[in-house]
């Protein structure tokens, strides 16, 4: 199994992870006796989608098959894909179409000075993160909200690291946590999606499918985000709770990486809030007192 095309793999997971979401009920079916399965069965999907029970095992074992742009509609009507899930399911299938690249680059990434300098005159936070959720740079306005990640090794200055991270899942500093979890596990399956054996990403995974049953839940959800913007509350001592927008913006020439901006309503006690707090940072040194999440 191990000689299957990565991006078939990531096909037949994602396929397998839909189809369990689903329940009898949901399509119209009867769900007859004894279940082995709390979703659908792979022969009811096949029939559903208008394929033989052997073919759609197959695209789902990730074997040798290419499934056509009519197999694919089939398969995201019978599922009840959203558009964004839709797009992922054709981005999979046409790349596993197609031979696996002897070559990949993969080279580091790097941030241009001129992105560096936006970030430092925006009075907003500001955070830049790579195609991996690497923590490339951030604003002093970012370091004022959820503190400054200097001290950390480079390699673990990554936003999913970072959230799963035992010292600091005690201390969580908003309470919608396990949803800001899913927005940038979202963000790292559509990235796994244009190159699935990037070390980098296995790496991460990797890790985390190793110490953390919760991020083990959260990933086998197969959720994919390509853009995510949101409210958050942050929890902070020094000034109250702060209710921020946040929206993230793909940078120009610079494939997957892109910025998370955070802005309050213009006069509002939540913008007050945000200021009063960079004040009182900026007199004291913010190491170790927050953390990112």
């Known amino acids: ?13 994602f396929l ?34 208008g394929l033989s029970t052997d073919y ?28 964004e899930e839709r797009r992922h399911l054709f981005a999979l299938a046409r ?9 990949v680059d993969r080279a580091p990434e790097r941030v241009p000075d001129s992105t560096r300098r936006l970030l430092r005159v925006m009075d907003t936070p500001a955070l830049l993160l ?63 999606a244009t190159d699935p054996t990037h070390p980098r990403a296995t790496a991460i995974i990797g890790e985390l499918s190793i110490r953390s049953a919760e991020f083990r839940r959260l990933w086998a959800l197969h959720d994919v985000r390509e853009s995510v913007s949101g409210s958050k509350t942050y929890r902070v001592p020094e000034v109250g709770d702060i209710v921020l927008d946040w929206d993230t913006y793909p940078l120009p020439g610079n494939p997957g990486q892109f910025m998370v901006v955070f802005t309050a309503e213009p006069g509002s006690a939540d913008a007050d809030r945000l200021r009063l707090l ?6 004291r040194s913010a190491l170790g007192d927050k953390h990112f999440s």
Request: proline letters at 6%; one cysteine or more; hydrophobic letters at 40%.
């Open 130 to 192: 790579g195609r991996h959720l690497d923590l490339l740079d951030w604003n002093a306005m970012a370091e004022a909200l959820i503190g400054s990640p200097d001290g950390r090794p480079r390699e673990r200055l990554n936003m999913l690291l970072l959230l799963f991270d035992d010292a600091l899942t005690g201390q969580r500093t908003c309470p919608d946590w396990e949803e800001q979890a899913l927005d940038y596990i979202g963000m790292m399956r559509a990235a796994v």
């Open 56 to 83: 759609y095992q197959r695209i789902e074992q990730g074997r040798e098959v290419r499934p056509s742009d009519d197999v694919l509609d089939a398969l995201a009507g019978a599922l009840g894909l959203d558009d």
């Open 95 to 103: 790349a596993a179409r197609r031979p696996v690249p002897a070559r």
């Open 1 to 13: 199994m191990s000689s299957r095309h990565p991006y078939a793999r990531e096909l037949g997971d």
């Open 278 to 283: 960079a004040s009182l940072r900026a007199t």
């Open 16 to 49: 397998r992870a839909r189809r369990a979401r689903l329940r009898p009920h949901d399509v119209g079916l009867e769900p007859g006796g004894r279940r082995r399965v709390a979703g659908l069965r792979r022969d009811e999907m096949a029939v559903l989608a």
